[in-house]
T-cell receptor, first 112, second 114 residues
């Protein structure tokens, strides 16, 4: 079983839709949860960073962590064509030290 | 957010030559930096963990004599691909570990070996 599972998509939505991206994980020791956005041929860009369980909101983006279910989500409200990218979840902490474990990434296209 | 730079952004080299890629954390000190490789439409593959002042820790299957890593200071790590071959062509990305658990990525280096 992989440490982190993420549906690779691709996911296509119309402009203005609410997008839900998810990851599940197996290591209950993870404490830090991140979402990265990666445009084609660019390095990943940190979008959201959450410690432990709970919600975090930043503009149109909301990150949720449910440690009891080992499930994290990223919601994008009022999606824009500029949101079209690959979204990677990542996590670390506990017995993994500072090594990060990544999902495979979900490719998102927002259609104007 | 924090800034990590990589140089060069793109390099084309002939088979058998060596290529050095630099990774710098511009506005914070990073005791730990990571080097990743990314194939098209694939996730990041961790190659090695680079700790300032000590030897890098390589992931299983990554040849340490081929991918030389030097973390000379708290703001600079270098990856040298020695005797490059076409199969080494890839997108190489570094990241720097900022205190507090956040990891910031460089923009990546596209290596093409002809």
């Amino acid at each position: 079983q992989k440490e982190v599972e993420q549906d690779p998509g691709p996911l296509s939505v119309p402009e203005g839709a609410i997008v839900s991206l998810n990851c599940t994980y197996s290591n209950s020791a993870f404490q830090y949860f991140m979402w990265y956005r990666q445009y084609s041929r660019k390095g990943p860009e940190l979008l959201m960073y959450t410690y432990s369980s709970g919600n975090k909101e930043d503009g149109r983006f909301t990150a949720q962590v449910d440690k009891s279910s080992k499930y994290i989500s990223l919601f994008i409200r009022d999606s824009q064509p500029s949101d079209s990218a690959t979204y990677l979840c990542a996590m670390s902490g506990g017995n993994t030290g500072n090594q990060f474990y990544f999902g495979t990434g979900t490719s998102l296209t927002v259609i104007p | 957010g924090a800034v990590v730079s990589q140089h060069p952004s793109r390099v084309i080299c002939k088979s058998g030559t060596s290529v050095k890629i630099e990774c710098r954390s511009l506005d914070f000190q990073a005791t730990t930096m990571f080097w990743y490789r990314q194939f098209p439409k694939k996730s990041l593959m961790l190659m090695a963990t680079s700790n300032e002042g000590s030897k890098a820790t390589y992931e299983q299957g990554v040849e340490k004599d081929k991918f030389l890593i030097n973390h000379a200071s708290l703001t600079l790590s270098t990856l040298t691909v020695t005797s490059a071959h076409p199969e080494d062509s890839s997108f190489y990305i570094c990241s720097a570990d900022r205190q507090g658990g956040e990891q910031y990525f460089g923009p990546g280096t596209r290596l093409t070996v002809t």
